[in-house]
């Protein structure tokens, strides 16, 4: 199984709607990445969980909380978004880091995101 | 820090011919990764290729060769033979193995359209 599953693959929120994306992996990777992406340009990287403890935050507003529950869940809970938030939020996976060597990621369908 | 350019947003070619997509980079690092990533319009992320920096042989997956230059700091793509599905973006990518929490570091893209 070499596969990442967001849900949902699209959703339409209201500026002052709560709503969470939700990530998966079952391939035994123990870093996990929420990267936010717009039209024709490459992905921005939001947040890293390794080892299910946050280690990178790329500055993201406070409107965007993630959540690693476990080894395989990721999850980025969304709250009073502007509609320049409108984008495809991806997920990824990979290898630990550190001093192990690091491979490639994987990375899910993405959610559609759009604020209204 | 490190840096990935793609200085061709747009490149067109025929069905059956051959093309190469240019990627530069900027690192003072001597072990890292390098990735071509595939985007097509069902917005998955696809891994095409990856190259070892510590590896003098370039990589090589079917239709896919990459021109690797460390000195040069070059990691261009070709793919041979094109074919209508290989309409995507692609992203260049580069990633150090050790340091950077596995982030991943990418060019602007390249938009390649093949055309029958």
């Known amino acids: 199984d070499t596969e990442v599953t967001q849900t949902p693959k699209h959703l339409v929120m209201g500026m002052t709607n709560k709503k969470s994306l939700k990530c998966e992996q079952h391939?035994?990777?123990?870093?996990m990445y929420w990267y936010k992406q717009k039209a024709k340009k490459p992905p921005e990287l939001m947040f890293v969980?390794?080892?299910?403890?946050?280690?990178i935050n790329e500055s993201v507003p406070s409107r965007f909380s993630p959540e690693c529950p476990n080894s395989s869940l990721l999850n980025l809970h969304l709250h009073a978004l502007q509609p320049e938030d409108s984008a495809l939020y991806l997920c990824?996976?990979?290898?630990?880091?550190?001093?192990?060597?690091?491979?490639?990621?994987?990375f899910g369908q993405g959610t559609r995101l759009t604020v209204v | 820090a490190q840096t990935v350019t793609q200085s061709q947003p747009e490149m067109s070619v025929q069905e059956a011919e051959t093309v190469t997509l240019s990627c530069t980079y900027d690192t003072s690092e001597n072990n890292y990764y390098l990735f071509w990533y595939k985007q097509p319009p069902s917005r998955q992320m696809i891994l095409v290729i990856r190259?070892?920096?510590?590896?003098?042989q370039n990589a090589t997956e079917n239709r896919f060769s990459v021109n690797f230059q460390k000195a040069a700091k070059s990691f261009s793509l070709k793919i041979s033979d094109s074919q209508l599905g290989d309409t995507a973006m692609y992203f260049c990518?580069?990633?150090?193995?050790?340091?950077?929490?596995?982030?991943?570091?990418f060019g602007q893209g390249t938009e390649l359209s093949v055309k029958p």
């Open positions: 391939m035994g990777h123990r870093a």
């Open positions: 990518a580069f990633r150090d193995i050790y340091n950077q929490g596995g982030k991943l570091i």
């Open positions: 969980y390794s080892y299910e403890k946050l280690s």
């Open positions: 990824a996976s990979s290898t630990g880091q550190g001093r192990t060597l690091n491979t490639e990621a994987f």
């Open positions: 190259q070892e920096a510590y590896k003098q």
